[in-house]
C-alpha cells in the first residue's frame, strides 16, 4: 500500500523541506498547514507518497530537522493513489515496510500486556491437547494455537535489533519471549497434568504420539519447512503483509515444541522435554539465522538509512 505521512516540522524548517519534497517523484502530493500543530508545536506537512519514497522523504526530513524533539511523524496507509499524471509510477510501486513500522508493529504484537499472556497460555493449552490427539484433532489443535499464540513476533524482534544495532529492541525480544514462553510451558504442563488425572491421557500416550516422535526426532523434510517458514514469516514482515503471517506460523512447529517441554515435565519424562527445547531452539534458530542476513540485504540495498528513533 502507499502512504501518507503527517510530518510536523518548526516553521524555519518548512519552506526548505517543502522545496526538497516536491522535487522526488515519488511524492503524488503534498500540502502544507503553517502553524497547525500545537504538540510539537510548527506545521504539518501532509506527504502522500509511494512506498519507494518513503525512505528518501525520512532520510531529507531528518536532515532538514537537527533536533530530534522538534520532529514528529505519523505514517499511515492510502488504499489508493489516483493521480492521471502518475499513473505509471503509481503502477510500478513496491511493496515494503519501513524499519519504523516494522518495529512499531512488532511492539504492539510482543509486548508483555495481560492479553499477550493470556494468548500464549491458550496457545499452550490448545497445542498440549493436540499433542495426544487423533491426526485430525492433532492438526487443528497445531493450526489453531499456531495462530492464536503471538510467539513469532517477540522472537523476530531479536534479528531485527541486531541488524539496526537496536540494543534495546533486542532485550525486549528476549524478555517478551521468554515471559511468553515460560507461560505457554506451565499452561501445557498444568493442562498436561488434568489429562492424566482424569484419565484422558498418560506418559505412554504421550511419547507414543506419532506427532510428538516427529517435533522430538525432525528429519530433513520438516527441518527444510520450518526453515523455509521462519524466511517467509521474516519476509512477510519486511514487505508489510502481516495479514498473511499465519501461513509461516503453520508450517514452523515452536509452539506445538514448546507445549512439549510442559507436557514432558508434567509426565516425568525430561527426555520429551529436552527434545522439545531442541526442536524449539531449531525452530527460533531458523528465525535468527535466515532472519538477520535478509533485513541486512534490506538495509544495504533498499532502506539504507537508520530509524529516526
Not at 511492539?107 to 491437547?129: C, E, S, V
Amino acid at each position: 500500500m502507499h502512504r501518507t505521512l503527517e510530518i510536523t516540522v518548526p516553521a524555519s524548517a518548512t519552506d526548505a523541506l517543502q522545496q526538497q519534497l516536491t522535487a522526488l517523484d515519488e511524492v503524488i502530493g503534498l500540502s502544507v498547514q503553517r502553524g497547525a500543530s500545537c504538540k510539537p508545536a510548527g506545521d504539518i506537512l501532509i506527504v502522500h507518497v509511494l512506498n519507494r519514497g518513503t525512505d528518501e522523504v525520512l532520510r531529507r526530513t531528518r536532515a532538514a530537522v537537527p533536533d530530534p524533539h522538534a520532529l514528529s511523524i505519523v505514517t499511515s496507509e492510502a488504499a489508493s493513489f489516483i493521480s492521471p499524471t502518475s499513473h505509471e509510477a503509481v503502477d510500478d510501486d513496491r511493496d515494503e515496510a519501513i524499519w519504523e513500522e516494522m518495529e512499531s508493529g512488532l511492539r504492539h504484537q510482543g509486548r508483555i500486556t495481560t492479553n499477550y499472556l493470556l494468548l500464549m497460555g491458550l496457545g499452550g493449552i490448545i497445542a498440549a491437547i493436540g499433542l495426544v490427539s487423533e491426526p485430525v484433532p492433532q492438526a487443528v489443535a497445531f493450526v489453531a494455537s499456531a495462530v492464536i499464540a503471538p510467539g513469532f513476533d517477540p522472537m523476530t524482534k531479536v534479528p531485527l535489533g541486531l541488524v539496526l544495532r537496536h540494543w534495546s529492541l533486542v532485550g525486549r525480544g528476549l524478555r517478551s519471549a521468554a515471559a511468553g514462553y515460560a507461560v505457554l510451558i506451565i499452561a501445557a504442563c498444568l493442562t498436561m497434568l488434568l489429562l492424566v488425572a482424569t484419565g484422558e491421557s498418560s506418559a505412554t500416550t504421550l511419547a507414543t504420539n506419532p506427532e510428538v516422535e516427529h517435533l522430538a526426532h525432525p528429519k530433513w523434510m520438516e527441518l527444510l519447512i520450518a526453515g523455509a517458514g521462519a524466511l517467509a514469516g521474516v519476509v512477510m514482515l519486511a514487505a508489510f503483509r502481516r495479514s498473511f503471517q499465519a501461513g509461516p506460523l503453520i508450517a514452523m512447529a515452536f509452539i506445538p515444541a514448546a507445549a512439549l517441554i510442559g507436557a514432558g515435565l508434567a509426565v516425568g519424562r525430561l527426555d520429551l522435554a529436552v527434545e522439545g527445547l531442541e526442536r524449539f531452539a531449531a525452530d527460533w534458530g531458523f528465525i535468527v539465522a535466515l532472519g538477520i542476513p535478509l533485513l541486512w540485504l534490506k538495509q544495504q540495498f533498499t532502506h539504507r538509512r537508520q530509524p529516526l528513533v
